[in-house]
């Protein structure tokens, strides 16, 4: 990890963190500010007219605008108590959290972080002319290059990654992929600030390895929406429209829940164009025959084209393997399901054949991969979670697989004492 500059970094945190905690009173002093729009009144309100109330009746809003009009100062304008979420369809720029003058420390801090990047930023500038120089030559060692071009990676991430406003958009979601600064803040926060290790944990905990693949190093965050659980109420389920929320590694879903096929977020890293491959798999089938269990193959997607640049969330419109929703048998524990993104070999895209529904069961995910050359070291992303059986599996075997439902349940225990039991005890 890049050694950046500690008083600069602790001060752009700062900044970073408390970047628009007042932007009322900066709204109210700036021009170019975004003023958002007024609450709307309630349907109740706008039949009936405040100024004809008597005063007894009125609220505290329409008594504070009375007291404004008699003394001759414009009411208050009422400012909604939420602010819209903010992204690049609603952006919104860095502010300084106080003003000018008020904090001379703060001040100072900020005009350091700007002159340590311009300071850096020349740096840069003399870093890629020798390095353009030593590209020319024909003499130009390998090593060197490859010092330069590292120095000049570490320089353009030291220039940009103290700035205030960097940081803002990226923490935001108004990052620049095409910036290294924000390609590096977003993969240090993934790796640093707990979502990798909450991932790496339950991926270790709940045996996905190595009972699925031998080893797993993610180099993309991968993220599965579901729609939220369905209401208690019966007679709300087919009234309320469920929004998607975005699903925490290891937890327990319902099967109602996962009905269609999640939406897939990614933050990928590596601007050039590679191709995975998805895929979803149930580890916990219970298989009679061998006494074991078995996997099964819920979801196949060969040839995803991912970037920095990509669209999020993953446009899976032409689906390989058509999606089967998850189905924990009945009188089995939890079964864990496991989406994979896993890195193809080449850029050349790969033939993979579609199996059938009766090859779904039983699916050999090693072989499958030793096939393909797929490997879950050398990067990827992953997610899981899981499930239990309820009423609902029942319709997913007769309207999905049209198959009759399977019953398993724990085998019987031996009796130590039958023999003894089928003496009489008296005679």
Known sequence: MLAVR????????????????????????????????PTLLPTSALTVDPTLLPASEKTEASRSEDTAQENGRKPRREWPTRRPPISLQRPREWNRPIAKGVLPTYDFALEYI????????????????????????????????????????????????????????????????????YRHLLEQRWREDGPLDLLMERVHQMNVVPDLLPSLNPTLDLRINFPEPPPKDVY????????????????????????????LY????????????????????????????QSYLHWLQPNV????????????????????????????????????LLPQPSTE????????????????????????????????GAHMWREVWDETVSKIYSDVLKTGEPKFGRAPKPDLYADVKATKKYV
């Open 6 to 37: 500690r008083l600069p970094r602790v001060c752009a945190r700062l900044s970073g963190i408390r970047g628009n905690a007042s932007l009322e009173s900066v709204a109210t002093a700036s021009s170019d500010a975004i003023v958002p729009p």
């Open 349 to 380: 895209r790969i033939y993979v054949p579609v199996p059938s529904d009766a090859d779904r069961l039983g699916f050999d995910f090693r072989e499958f991969a030793r096939q393909y050359g797929l490997d879950g070291s050398k990067g990827g």
């Open 236 to 263: 709300l389920r087919s009234r309320v429209k469920r929004r998607y929320q975005k699903v925490e590694p290891g937890v327990f879903l319902l099967p109602e829940q996962t009905w269609r096929q999640p939406v």
């Open 305 to 340: 084209s991912l970037s920095a640049f990509s669209p999020s969330p993953i446009p899976l419109s032409t689906t390989h393997t058509r999606y089967i929703p998850p189905h924990p048998q009945r009188g089995t524990p939890y079964h864990r399901y496991v989406v994979l």
């Open 114 to 181: 700007r002159e340590d990047s311009k300071a850096l930023r020349e740096e840069l500038k003399e870093v890629k002319a020798a390095l353009a120089i030593a590209r020319s030559g024909s003499e130009s060692d390998e090593q060197s290059l490859a010092q330069l071009e590292e120095k000049a990676k570490i320089l353009e991430i030291q220039s940009e990654i103290n700035l205030p406003n960097v940081r803002w958009k990226a923490w935001n979601g108004m990052a620049d992929m095409r910036k290294l600064a």
């Open 266 to 293: 990614t933050t990928v890293f590596h601007t050039d164009t590679r191709l995975y491959t998805l895929l979803m798999l149930d580890l916990d089938v219970p298989d009679p025959e061998k006494q074991s269990f």
